[in-house]
């Protein structure tokens, strides 16, 4: 009983400390290498908060701040993994990140015609997009021999284009338009927020490795970036983004 137990543990231990954990062995007549150097593909989806505060303008005329607001982040990546031992990982990646922010922000202003006062309340809004392309260094570490892990990146960001399209509508009263009859206007000249070229921001994650079937293995993790760095040049604008990331990986035969 004792010895059975014995080589249970060692088995046991054995399939822990190989690459991920996984079994990368196809048959036991055959000759096999667990690999440690991996490529793959990924993709995430965030939910972005965004903390701000900065001027608009229309015009080169003031007319509001908008503040704290929330989006969606889409990302593609191709990253490159090298397991250090068995429970520690590091990584490098190459991704696309496309932002999209909407903002909304509302203001009241007496109105009088000489005979009667009221107040109109106009809203406007202005949606952003940002598009980035940058690359990525972190590891993780294996949680207690199980498939979870923690890890931590740093990412640095390129600002490919940046763009903004705004509006203003009439919310009250009813009984008021605009001179050509609508309740709502497009805004042709306004301000764009001063975006930094280059961005820098850490990401901590916490993640589960799965193998669908053997030479492959998938890793999926929950993401959240840590707001350090100001996203623009002079205005209050972070980025708080929390996701879902999924990465595919298959190993490299020619570097194991």
Do not use: C
Not at 193 to 221: C, R, T, V, W
């Amino acid at each position: 009983m004792k010895k059975s137990l014995i080589i249970f543990l060692i088995i046991l231990g054995f399939n822990q400390l190989q690459s991920q954990g996984f079994d990368w062995e196809y048959s036991a007549r055959l000759p096999y290498k667990i690999p440690r150097a991996f490529i793959g593909g990924g993709y995430s989806l965030s939910y972005n908060q965004n903390i701000a505060d900065f001027p608009f303008f229309e015009n080169n005329v003031y007319s509001l701040n908008f503040h704290n607001s929330n989006g969606i982040i889409n990302q593609f990546l191709v990253s490159f993994q090298y397991w250090e031992k068995p429970i520690i990982a590091v990584f490098a990646n190459v991704f696309y990140k496309s932002i999209k922010t909407d903002f909304s922000q509302r203001m009241t202003y007496p109105r009088s015609n000489g005979i009667d006062n009221w107040e109109t309340t106009y809203q406007t809004d202005m949606n952003e997009s940002r598009d980035y392309l940058g690359i990525s260094i972190g590891g993780k570490y294996r949680l207690f021999g199980s498939y979870f892990s923690i890890g931590a990146q740093v990412n640095s960001a390129f600002l490919l284009s940046s763009s903004i399209s705004a509006s203003e509508q009439i919310i009250s009263p009813k009984s008021e338009y605009y001179i050509d009859g609508s309740k709502k206007r497009d805004i042709k000249e306004m301000h764009i927020p001063d975006f930094k070229n280059l961005q820098i921001f850490p990401e901590i994650f916490i993640g589960y490795d799965f193998s669908p079937i053997k030479g492959l293995y998938m890793h999926a993790n929950l993401k959240m970036q840590i707001p350090i760095f100001n996203s623009t040049i002079s205005d209050k604008y972070y980025d708080l983004p929390i996701g879902i990331e999924i990465t595919i990986y298959k190993a490299i035969k020619m570097l194991n």
